[in-house]
């Protein structure tokens, strides 16, 4: 069957220049560097990766926000790599966006009412008494029924603000959501509402969902598959409960090892994730990782591992995957 959403090979690279008069280009951060992911309706994908793996970028590239500058994107079998701003008008129904900092994104001069009619209106759909009770509706599906729509935006705690996001992305029935991020900016009592509501939500209108996150804790109870990032490529994809259950490269381990634990007398005891995140703009050679793998041998800083089949369904990009033990902690790769 064709995928929802597919994303082949997809680059996106950004110039970078020196000077104010001859603009030379001195370099280009690779913020998504060969890049493939496929989405079924229906299907939760997590990606999933620290601040500047490039998460963000391509979630904009999934929802056709920026060009990609090389591979395809494809919805629903329709290639849409290149399409311009009207020719994306029937994509930008069925891909919306929930955004991490509802706040941020809803306009505080607009009553929810507005805010959640915008979508319609901009897509001409229905009149004023429709859209009025589509609005009802909305509210109602994010467990907000009982507020009053003509308030604002500030006259909501974060979790509401996160549903009226959530009540804005469906206005127009979409078939996938990109959410990036959406409980990272929420206490985490919240959290889990938010995440069981989403769950709820595509449930019942089979949605699928891209799920940006940078933890694989939030992501736990809610993805079918991961996808594990690192500057700018996917370095293990799996089905959820396999890369939890046996995560093989070095980096999934280490990110899992730096989850947070819910018990503060063991949250010290355990490793973390040592080392800064190298530039984009000058990846290391070979492995990208190897500069903070634990595991890293002569091999890793020549020859950079492609992403490869090491189980059903389950691909890493690391050379010693099938050796390193599922459980290593990380950097005790080598203990002497
Ligand atoms: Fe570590 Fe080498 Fe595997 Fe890269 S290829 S993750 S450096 S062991
Ligand atoms: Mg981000």
């Known amino acids: ?10 680059r996106k690279h950004y110039p970078v220049h020196r000077g104010l008069v001859l603009r030379r280009q001195v370099g280009a951060v690779r913020a998504v560097d060969g890049v493939s992911l496929r989405i079924a309706a ?5 990606v999933v990766g620290e601040s500047g793996c490039g998460k963000s970028t391509l979630a904009r590239l999934a929802l056709r926000l920026i060009e990609p500058s090389a591979g395809a994107i494809r919805f629903d079998g329709r290639d849409v790599t290149h399409d311009g701003r009207s020719a994306l008008k029937p994509l930008r129904r069925q891909m919306q966006v929930i955004f991490q900092d509802p706040f941020a994104s809803l306009n505080p001069r607009m009553a929810v009412e507005e ?3 915008e979508p319609m209106l901009v897509h001409g759909i229905g009149d004023a008494a429709s859209r009025a009770a589509r609005v009802r509706e909305l509210l109602g599906l994010v467990g907000l029924a009982s507020y009053h729509a003509d308030r604002f935006p500030h006259e909501f705690s974060g979790g509401q603000r996160q549903r009226i996001g959530i009540a804005r992305a469906l206005a127009l029935k979409p078939r996938l959501i ?29 949605l699928a969902y891209l799920f940006i996150s940078h933890g694989l804790a939030v992501v736990k109870h809610m993805a079918d598959r991961v996808a594990v990032m690192y500057l700018g490529q996917v370095v293990e994809t799996a089905p959820a409960k396999v890369l939890y259950a046996q995560p093989r490269h070095p980096y999934t381990q280490a990110l899992l090892a730096a989850a947070p634990v819910p018990d503060p007398a063991q ?15 000058t990846p290391p050679a070979g492995c990208r990782f190897h500069t903070r793998c634990g595991f890293a041998q002569a091999r890793c800083r020549e020859e950079a591992p492609g992403l490869r089949t090491i189980g059903p369904q389950h691909e890493a990009a690391c050379h010693f995957a099938e050796t390193i033990p599922a459980f290593a902690r990380f950097g005790g790769g080598a203990r002497h």
Not at 1 to 10: G, I, M, N, Q, R
Not at 42 to 46: D, F, K, N, S, V
Not at 178 to 206: H, R, T
């Open 267 to 281: 949250r010290h005891s355990r490793p973390t994730l040592g080392g800064d995140v190298p530039s984009p703009m």
């Open 178 to 206: 990109v959410c990036d991020e959406p409980v990272s900016a929420l206490d985490v009592s919240i959290q889990a509402q938010v995440v069981n509501l989403l769950k709820d939500l595509q449930a019942e209108f089979g």
């Open 42 to 46: 229906g299907e939760t994908l997590a």
């Open 1 to 10: 069957t064709v995928p929802l959403l597919e994303l082949d090979d997809v």
């Open 115 to 117: 805010i959640l009619a």
